[in-house]
């Protein structure tokens, strides 16, 4: 539930920086937001989640922990220390063969060629609240 609350505080807070960079009024975003359907927002997000920790469980789980809370075979950082950005960006560098850090840049590269940008991005806000 914590985790539901959180992506719906994240789609909230996109929805506000969206407004603020295209300049429209504080009331034309209240409006907006207000006009914006929580029960499907809740619904979608709930679903993303479940991917999202399905796709953590499948790739990430034997090597980092249920948690995030491991060092991946002796070698890497606790990922459940990092923020999402942090990670999102360190996935992003291993699916373009662009980070090797501690070794692990094959496996790694193998582990996240396969996901979108989009769901890099979920993974990398999910492990985030991992931290126990």
């Given at each position: 539930m914590r985790q539901i609350a959180f992506i719906t505080f994240l789609?909230?807070?996109?929805?506000?920086?969206?407004?603020y960079f295209n300049r429209c009024t504080d009331q034309e975003a209240i409006d907006a937001i207000?006009?914006?359907?929580?029960?499907?927002?809740?619904t979608q997000a709930a679903s993303t989640l479940a991917t999202t920790a399905n796709i953590y469980q499948k790739r990430c789980?034997?090597?980092?922990?249920?948690?995030g809370q491991l060092s991946a075979l002796s070698k890497s950082d606790i990922i459940n220390t990092w923020s999402a950005t942090k990670i999102e960006q360190a996935l992003l560098h291993y699916k373009h063969g662009k980070r090797?850090?501690?070794?692990?840049?094959?496996m790694m590269h193998g582990q996240a060629e396969q996901?979108?940008?989009?769901?890099?991005?979920?993974?990398?806000?999910?492990?985030?609240?991992?931290s126990i």
């Open positions: 789609l909230l807070v996109f929805a506000s920086l969206f407004f207000q006009a914006t359907p929580l029960d499907i927002d809740q789980q034997p090597c980092h922990g249920t948690h090797d850090a501690k070794g692990m840049g094959s996901l979108s940008d989009e769901e890099i991005k979920a993974l990398a806000n999910y492990i985030a609240t991992l």
